[in-house]
Each structure stands twice: as C-alpha cells, then as structure tokens.
C-alpha cells in the first residue's frame, strides 16, 4: 500500500493544487504482481462535499482499506468549495474532466481504458461525479453519487441552498440549460444516441437530501436514462458515507 501526497501546478487552476492517491501496490502479492508486470491499475477518482478537502477520505473513511480490497488506485483531489465547475478563477471541471486524468495517468501505473477510469463523491462530490462524467462521457465509464446535491435548481430555490450555492451558481433560474444541469446534459447525450456512462446513486432515507434524490433519479428516467438508485438508513454524514463506499466501489468495478 502507498500513500503519495502530491502536489503540482494545475493549468486548469492557474494555481499549486493537491491531491491524495493511494495505490494498492506493494500489499497483496496480486497487486504487486500487476505493477511488476507493467500492468495498470484500474482508477476512482474520489470528490469530496463542500466544507472538507482531498484529505477528509483518509481522515474519515477506511480508503487505504478499501483500495486494497478493491485493487482499485483512489485519486483524492482538491476541489475547495467550487461543485466542480468552472468559474471566473478556475475551470474545475477542466482540472477534473481533463487535466487530472491526463496527469495522473503519465505519473502512476493507471489504466487509460474507460471501463478501468470512474468517479465518484459525497454530497456536492455526487454532483461533481455525475457532472463530469456526463460531461466527459469518453472518459469515464461509470459514477457514483452518495448524498449528492444533484439537482441544484431545486437547491437554489431555498434560502440555505442560495446561501451555499449561489456563489458558485448565481440566482435560482440561472443553471437549467447549462453545461451545469445535469438533466440538460443527460437529454443532449439521449438524443445524440451518445455512449452514456453507467450511474449508481445512493442516499439515507433520514438526509435532508433524499428526496431531491428521488425527484433527480425519477427524472432522469423520464429523460432516457436509467440510474442504479438505492436507498438505506442513515443521514448525510460520514456514518453513511464509510457503509456505502465499498457497495459504490462494487458496483463501479462491476463486482456487486
């Protein structure tokens, strides 16, 4: 097991960024066989909420754990409080969608097929892994959102949520038929008949969220596109998350 802790100058950030990777080597002797080999290994790029950073998976969840069981290497990266998206200062989905993957695969022994890259986050993470996998359906093969804030009209429309999000997104009414709403970019990718990557979605019956999440996958039916959603006890903490990651992390590696 390695646990690099990076740093480097994103183009897509016009700033130094970081980022966390643990990479299942050197544990298991399939894994190490794998990277002797010249293998590469299968890649989760992992989003985290708003309010926590690219450490908070090795502070909060049993990443290290989960990446052993899996084989799978964890991209953490740094995504401040942005939802993923581009703004003035910085084009997050960029740094997310293109930039990172192009680095980190010239770096480690990652595999740049599209059925071994996925993306997946908590809360404003599930946002961000919904969003740059519709967005960059030639790169990722699968999402998955845990708790995601997926509909962020919906969002904008409460005081809280304006509060929260505005900055990022401007007023209520600002988002729908942008590169940001994810149902504008799920009805282009149906009707272009386009390979659509595969979403799983998950969410605690008491968050405050579920029933955005059921409104989100209900509506994304009704645009063409089937999302895996389940939901279980819990509430939008990392209680929930720490359960769920591992069925996620199945299920983005085919294996549940």
């Known amino acids: 097991m ?26 298991y002797g399939d894994a190490r066989s794998k990277f002797e080999d010249g293998g590469r290994f299968p890649a989760v790029y992992l989003l985290h ?3 926590d950073d690219h450490t908070s998976w090795v502070r909060y969840a049993a990443i290290e754990q989960l990446a052993i069981s899996s084989g799978v290497t964890v991209v953490m990266p740094q995504g401040h409080n942005s939802f993923y998206c581009n703004n003035r200062r910085a084009k997050y989905a ?14 480690l022994p990652l595999s740049r097929k ?37 509909d962020v009209e919906l969002l904008l429309g409460h005081e809280r949520g304006a509060t929260l999000l505005g900055s ?61 959603y ?9 209680q929930f998350w720490t359960r769920w990651l591992p069925v996620a992390f199945d299920w983005l590696l085919d294996r549940d």
């Open 49 to 51: 909420g708003m309010g």
């Open 230 to 238: 389940r939901t279980g006890q819990g509430l939008h903490d990392w």
């Open 94 to 107: 960029e740094y997310i969608g293109v930039e990172l993957p192009a680095h980190m695969e010239t770096l």
């Open 168 to 228: 990022v997104f401007g007023e209520a009414g600002s988002v729908a038929g942008t590169e940001n709403d994810l149902y504008h970019l799920i009805a282009n990718l149906v009707r272009g008949g386009a390979d659509i990557p595969r979403l799983f979605a998950c969410c605690g019956t008491d968050d405050q969220l579920v029933e955005l999440n059921n409104y989100f996958c209900a509506k994304a039916a009704k645009l063409g596109l089937d999302i895996d």
């Open 114 to 150: 599209r059925d071994e890259r996925f993306i997946a986050g908590i809360s404003m993470g599930g946002y961000g892994a919904f969003r740059t996998a519709l967005a960059n359906p030639g790169t990722f093969g699968r999402a998955a959102s845990l708790s995601g804030a997926l």
């Open 2 to 27: 390695a646990l690099l802790q990076y740093s480097f100058y994103s183009q897509s950030l016009y700033m130094e960024t970081a980022v966390n990777v643990a990479l299942p080597f050197y544990k």
